[in-house]
Each structure stands twice: as structure tokens, then as C-alpha cells.
């Protein structure tokens, strides 16, 4: 069975950075796409990040330039860089492992910025 654990979340100020870390307990190979997905208070779950096997990147317009995606496919982790952080990306984020015809949920890393 797969298992994604995400760690890295925690408390930082605006305009700092953060690094959030996906590991797959088996190899992340075997996925199409990873993402890391975030849900805020009272909003429905949004899309962050993508990154496909074979390496094509998108991002969500509100963090494009200051996220960047990336794996290692040795370590079997995807990675969430997170800099020039705002309060509005505050939330639970979860990685996603989307491989045919199942899709993978972490149960989350929770991520605050304080102004």
C-alpha cells in the first residue's frame, strides 16, 4: 500500500521560507504526478504544485516564482521550496500521488505564516 508522509510544515514569519518534504514508502516511480495541495480555513483544497514523471512542472498562479517542485526519485521524496512566504498561504498542505487509476492523499503538514 502506499503511504506519503509530508513533514517540514510549521511556524514562520512573512517573507520567510519553508521546505516541505513528500515520502513515499515505496518508490515514487511508479507515479504519473506528484503535487502538493493546500486547503486553507473554510476553503475548499487547491492545487499548489505538480510535477510529472517526466519532469513538467506547473504551478499555481499565486505561488508561481516563489514555490518550486521538485524529486528525488533515489530518496523517493517529493519537495515543496517555499519562499517570500505570505499569510495567505497559510494552511494544510498535502502531497498528492496521482498513478493510474489511483490517487494517494498524505494526511498533511500544517503550514503558518504570522505577519
Known amino acids: 500500500q502506499v503511504q506519503l508522509v509530508e513533514s517540514g510544515g510549521g511556524l514562520v514569519q512573512a517573507g520567510g521560507s519553508l521546505r516541505l518534504s513528500c515520502a513515499d514508502s515505496?518508490?515514487?516511480?511508479?507515479?504519473?504526478?506528484m503535487g502538493w495541495y493546500r486547503q486553507a480555513p473554510g476553503k475548499l483544497r487547491e492545487l499548489v504544485a505538480h510535477i510529472t514523471s517526466g519532469g513538467s512542472t506547473n504551478y499555481a498562479d499565486s505561488v508561481k516564482g516563489r514555490f518550486t517542485i521538485s524529486s528525488d526519485n533515489a530518496k523517493n521524496t517529493v519537495y515543496l521550496q517555499m519562499n517570500s512566504l505570505k499569510p495567505e498561504d497559510t494552511g494544510v498542505y498535502y502531497c498528492?500521488?496521482?498513478?493510474?487509476?489511483?490517487?494517494?492523499w498524505g494526511k498533511g503538514t500544517l503550514v503558518t505564516v504570522s505577519t
Open positions: 515505496g518508490s515514487i516511480s511508479r507515479a504519473n504526478r
Open positions: 498528492k500521488m496521482s498513478t493510474w487509476p489511483t490517487a494517494y
